[in-house]
């Protein structure tokens, strides 16, 4: 960082740095299953979320899920939000969503009725994936306040939030009137791996990514536009600084809805190759036990919780 005479502030980047790739998130998670196929990719440790996939799994995981999403209609450039604590659909429904160009909305779970709905409108939500409950509660029984007529997953049509058209339920506590996420992925057979691979293909790294909204603390929250050729070389350097390697596996409680859970800590695993260990939670005494990795040679194990700052555009609420 340095000053110019005028008093502009500059900053020169490092000669050593690695260079920038022009991919997208779902180029990036096909390269590491096609090049570690038997790696771990994704551990979830928590009572109520457990999953363990290597890179070849995690890949024909998100390919189901970006197959449904297709079926239900949901087209690259529409935005979907995820409102749920950390889990595994959520991690899936990062890289699906990416895979086919839709935008990811993230959702922080402890939202309150009117929070919530000034992001429905704001961004423009065409679906809606939520938990019916977080840390007590009743997500639920607030969703049906705010969509009574929703039914089987689709909002009637005098709703108050006109762009949206699908409600999903994550996890076992009710939403009345939501889909059930396994109800959800039976439509993945319908969508044929060619359509899924012309989805795929039209994506852009200069494409929005994510919309992550500011906490509104001095005004109303702010939607952050983040493209996949910024999340991507965000987490790609911060990966390069902090040393990651294959061998990693890295413990976090971080949010998932928070940029450092999803960008730097999954993302950032996925450049390294390594694993993120993910729990809904922190909770003391269990994050720090020791780990064996699903594979014949140990894993080095590294804990690390990153907050950086991802800048990017504001949404103003007429699309991206």
């Known amino acids: 960082m340095g000053v110019t005479a005028t008093g502009l502030s500059h900053w020169l980047p490092e000669a050593s740095a690695a260079p920038l790739r022009e991919t997208t998130l779902g180029a990036l998670l096909a390269e590491r299953a096609a090049a570690l196929p038997e790696r771990p990719a994704l551990i979830f440790d928590d009572p109520q979320a457990q999953a363990t996939w290597t890179y ?14 297709l079926g239900h209609g949901i087209a690259p450039g529409q935005r979907v939000a995820v409102m749920a604590a950390n889990c595994p659909e959520w991690v899936l429904l990062e890289y699906a969503l990416g895979r086919i160009g839709a935008v990811l909305v993230t959702v922080n779970p402890s939202f309150r009725q009117g929070e919530l709905d000034y992001l429905l409108r704001q961004a423009r939500v065409s679906a809606l994936f939520v938990a019916g409950v977080f840390r007590g509660f009743d997500l639920g029984a607030m969703l049906a306040e705010m969509l009574p ?22 996890g076992a506590a009710p939403v009345p009137g939501a889909l059930p996420f396994a109800k959800f992925l039976e439509e993945a057979p319908t969508v044929s791996g060619i359509a899924l691979a012309e989805a795929a293909q039209a994506v852009r790294p200069e494409d929005v990514l994510q919309i992550q909204y500011t906490s509104g603390t001095t005004g109303k929250p702010k939607g952050a536009m983040l493209t996949h050729r910024g999340t991507i070389n965000n987490a790609l350097l911060a990966a390069q600084r902090a040393g990651y390697r294959e061998t990693d596996v890295m413990v976090s409680a971080m949010p998932l809805f928070h940029t ?33 990795a699903p594979r014949r040679d140990d894993h080095q194990r590294r804990a690390d919780h990153v907050y950086p700052h991802a800048a990017g555009p504001e949404v103003d609420g007429r699309g991206a």
């Open 56 to 69: 070849a799994q995690l890949d024909a995981e998100v390919t189901r899920l970006a197959k449904a999403l």
């Open 149 to 170: 007529g929703l039914d089987h997953g689709r909002p009637d049509g005098g709703s108050a939030y006109p762009d949206l058209r699908l409600v999903v339920q994550i």
């Open 260 to 292: 450092a859970g999803c960008v730097c800590n999954v993302m950032g695993m996925l450049a390294a190759g390594g694993v993120p260990r993910c729990h809904g939670r922190f909770r003391r005494g269990t994050a720090a036990r020791p780990h064996r």
